[in-house]
Antibody, heavy 126, light 107 residues
Framework: QVQLVQSGAEVKKPGASVKVSCKAS????????MHWVRQAPGQGLEWMGI????????TYAQKFQGRVTMTRDTSTRIVYMELSSLRSEDTAVYYC???????????????????WGQGTLVTVSS | EIVLTQSPGTLSLSPGERATLSCGAS???????LAWYQQKPGQAPRLLIY???SRATGIPDRFSGSGSGTDFTLTISRLEPEDFAVYYC?????????FGGGTKVEI
């Protein structure tokens, strides 16, 4: 079965960076795009960007351009999301979520998020 | 970016009742690229509906989606105890992907 297992909670100081991992299993890693979505405490969902695990290409939401980097390691089936220059407003649960579309069938992402990781709480506090 | 407005903010109903949730878009959502997710406390969201009206794998048929353009609806025909949760709509026809603010369905 498809599983996305994320790294544990992090506490960071303002100005620091955080790198969250998402390990995939139960499907062919390189055939499905991966998204990152965050949720501030008690708030709604915010899309951060997407990575193609096959070639590594990325698209980021403009809000995070210059601060976010998404990478992948195909040998370990892990996708990473690094966010830099952290501020208190970045305190949130960060989720990885698999795209529903099979890249082999349709190369473009469907942007429908069918499997989600359990979430990683990142707390930014001085 | 497309702003999605969900209404009502909270829906108070009883098991067995019908729930109707609305999602309005600030501009037309292309190709009915609209999805619905369910989120329970402490859990990740779960995909319910994509393409405005297609149920995701394993989703019971009491959940249905409809709409096009700027107005979309999620209907739960008969509420089960496990359906009490927060529901989010998401548009993916125009980048960036955006989500609505959510509707809480409570007992």
């Amino acid at each position: 079965q498809v599983q996305l297992v994320q790294s544990g909670a992090e506490v960071k100081k303002p100005g620091a960076s955080v790198k969250v991992s998402c390990k995939a299993s139960g499907y062919t890693f390189t055939r499905y795009h991966m998204h990152w979505v965050r949720q501030a405490p008690g708030q709604g969902l915010e899309w951060m960007g997407i990575i193609n695990p096959s070639g590594g290409s990325t698209t980021y939401a403009q809000k995070f351009q210059g601060r976010v980097t998404m990478t992948r390691d195909t040998s370990t089936r892990i996708v990473y999301m690094e966010l830099s220059s952290l501020r208190s407003e970045d305190t949130a649960v960060y989720y990885c979520a698999r795209d529903r579309g099979d890249i082999v069938v349709v190369p473009a992402a469907t942007n429908e998020l069918d499997y989600w990781g359990q979430g990683t709480l990142v707390t930014v506090s001085s | 970016e497309i702003v999605l407005t969900q209404s009502p903010g909270t829906l108070s109903l009883s098991p067995g009742e019908r729930a109707t949730l609305s999602c309005g878009a600030s501009q037309s959502v292309s190709s009915s690229c609209l999805a619905w997710y369910q989120q329970k406390p402490g859990q990740a969201p779960r995909l319910l509906i994509y393409g405005a009206s297609s149920r995701a794998t394993g989703i019971p048929d009491r959940f249905s989606g409809s709409g096009s353009g700027t107005d979309f609806t999620l209907t739960i025909s008969r509420l089960e105890p496990e359906d009490f949760a927060v529901y989010y709509c998401q548009q993916y026809g125009t980048s960036p992907l955006t989500f609505g603010g959510g509707t809480k369905v409570e007992i």
